[in-house]
């Protein structure tokens, strides 16, 4: 995995580590804030939750605008934010072998949390989530592989791109719409609904009614239950903006630490 590059910074009750992950699926360091509750170093088999940045942000996005590292405290938790690059969009791009953030995030980081912080290392105590950009990575990531998240959730989520064909750089990561409908069919969330098995995995999605990503979440929320998948479903007034996600992930957090603690 290679040697991380630590710094703490402590502020308030909690713990907060920059650490630099090497990727060999990208050859490339990769940089990720950890954010560790009080009194973390006499606990042990901590619950994680990753969570997922948006398009032209980083891996201190969610520290520096809207203050989640102290709901790790809060919830006794550890919260692991990866730098996801300026427009990943968490796949393993089918056209650009440099984006493998997919293998990176379900092969690499876990591996590398797991083994470096006192976690409980199963997919039980294990949640994903994220804003726009970071909520298709969350909801992709853990449709496609169960045995890894026990629960997901996303935030003003990307959760269907194809209506978005010149839009986030995602055609350099797939092709153009028009030359490889194909590959934007296989790789969007919602088309992975009918694969997920009931109760499989928890399930949040939230997404502000003035939102230009409302009507996906809205369709993601009617094939849900369209195949009978139990999910939560938060709509509110709001737009796609820091405003409304500092808000809105002091729920899912809820939503995750309730699961954790069943």
């Known amino acids: 995995m290679g040697i991380a590059l630590m710094l703490n910074l402590s ?18 360091d990769v940089m990720v804030a950890v954010a560790l509750p ?9 619950p994680v939750v990753y969570l997922l940045h948006g398009c032209g942000d980083n891996y201190n996005s969610w520290h ?6 102290e709901l790790a405290d809060r919830h006794n938790l550890i919260i692991v934010m990866p730098d996801g690059g ?26 590398y949390i797991d083994s470096h912080y006192r976690t409980h290392a199963d997919r039980t105590s294990r949640a994903i989530t994220g804003n726009s950009m970071g909520g298709h990575g969350a909801l992709w990531l853990s449709f496609r592989h169960p045995n890894l998240f026990g629960a997901a959730g996303a935030l003003s989520g990307g959760v269907d791109i194809r209506p978005f064909p010149n839009n986030w750089e995602i055609p350099s990561l797939l092709g153009t719409q028009e030359e490889h409908p194909e590959n934007w069919e296989k790789h969007t969330v919602i088309n992975l609904v009918p694969q997920l098995q009931p109760n ?11 939102d230009f990503f409302f009507k996906v979440n809205c369709d993601l929320h009617d094939k849900l239950t369209e195949h009978k998948i ?13 405003g409304y996600w500092t ?9 995750f630490s309730n699961y954790f603690k069943e």
Not at 38 to 46: F, Q, R, T
Not at 89 to 107: A, G, H, L, M, Q
């Open 200 to 210: 499989a995995l928890r399930i949040a999605i939230d997404c502000g009614v003035g």
């Open 86 to 111: 300026h427009h990943s969009w968490y796949w393993d791009s089918p056209i650009d072998s440099s984006f493998k953030y997919e293998t990176f995030v379900t092969e690499e980081l876990i591996a």
């Open 11 to 28: 502020t308030w009750a909690y713990t907060r580590e920059i650490i630099a992950i090497h990727s060999n699926a990208m050859d490339k």
């Open 64 to 69: 520096q605008n809207a203050g989640v590292s």
């Open 38 to 46: 009080d009194g973390y170093h006499s606990m042990k088999d901590l």
């Open 247 to 255: 808000n809105a992930v002091q729920y899912q957090m809820l939503f």
């Open 230 to 242: 139990p999910h939560d479903f938060y709509q509110r007034p709001g737009g796609h903006t820091w």
